[in-house]
């Protein structure tokens, strides 16, 4: 079910499979910023990544001499979530373990996630409690789709990345099952724009760690419009569409990466795992902004 929230000048949708967000639309121009999943292309706009980020090798994971499988990304934007929370200019979207997670991760745990539009910022904001006796392992991040370019009329070419501090930036580069192979290749040397190009993507996402920045823009040359994405305390960043000339761009702030070619597959030892205590909460929050 696909739920609202509106102001004076936007509209947000958030369905509540995955509770996955479908629009971001600045109603004066009747502007969509979100990816409208083209079937043909790529069939989502801004899934939820938990309790894993990316690719695992083999598709499966060890915990406690224990085999357990899970796909790409995990499966909570698979996953039907419960709306708990309805305001104005909030929305508050719920998923817990259950016998079919089980299966798969073998662990309690609440997972909310919260939208709040305030004026021309949205928030999202993801909320782990561990339910469990013994220590969560998990990772999470958002994949959220921008169509680019904006108007038409204009080339994707025309846009660009902007980071709020200068970066050098190695892509940290995926084998054809989706694993980090162990070579990086320099994007940008001392600067802060990295120009788009389809070409990227020939060879999957461009994935970074521990950016110098937290703040990023996509925008353009030949328009003023951008959208101001913040990511504080994501320590991983993708940035991805499917190759060819796909009429968008994924900016994915990531609390977690995929697994390494050949590692030993034991959850503990991933990286970008995070630990959670027993009755804790992790809490982290992203936020777009139209300019």
């Known amino acids: 079910m696909l739920y609202y929230l509106q102001n004076y000048n936007f509209k947000v949708g958030v369905e509540s499979k995955g ?11 009747g502007l969509e910023f979100i990816w409208q999943a083209d079937p043909k292309i790529w069939g989502s706009h801004a899934p939820n990544l938990f309790p894993i980020v990316g690719e695992l090798p083999e598709g499966t994971y060890t915990y406690e001499d224990e085999i357990f499988a899970l796909k790409r990304h995990g499966f909570a934007r698979h996953k039907e979530f419960k709306l708990i929370e309805e305001e104005e200019d909030k929305l508050v979207f719920e998923l817990e373990d259950d016998e079919e997670t089980h299966q798969v991760y073998p662990f309690k745990f609440r997972l909310l996630i ?3 539009l305030e004026n021309n910022k949205l928030s999202v904001t993801y909320q782990v ?3 469990d006796k013994k220590g969560l392992y998990f990772s999470i991040g958002g994949h959220p789709g921008f169509n680019v370019p904006f108007y038409a009329g204009e080339q994707y070419e025309d846009y660009f990345i902007e ?5 050098t930036l190695h892509r940290y580069l995926l084998t054809d099952e989706g694993l980090q192979s162990g070579d990086t290749e320099k994007v940008l040397e001392h600067d802060r724009v990295l120009p788009l190009k389809h070409s990227y993507f020939a060879k999957d996402a461009l994935v970074f760690k521990n950016l110098n920045s937290d703040k990023l823009s996509l925008g353009s040359r030949t ?3 951008r959208i101001e994405m913040t990511f504080p305390g994501f320590p991983f960043l993708g940035i991805w569409a499917k190759p060819g000339p796909s009429p968008y761009v994924c900016i994915e702030p990531w609390c977690g990466i995929a697994g390494r070619d050949g590692e030993s597959g034991e959850l503990d030892k991933k990286e970008g795992i995070n630990l959670l205590s027993p009755m804790h909460v992790f809490e982290r929050t992203y936020t777009l902004e139209i300019l």
């Open 19 to 29: 509770a996955e967000l479908q629009h971001f639309i600045k109603l004066d121009e």
């Open 114 to 116: 919260a939208y709040k």
């Open 129 to 131: 409690l561990n339910r």
């Open 163 to 167: 980071f709020e501090k200068e970066e």
């Open 223 to 225: 328009n003023q419009r």
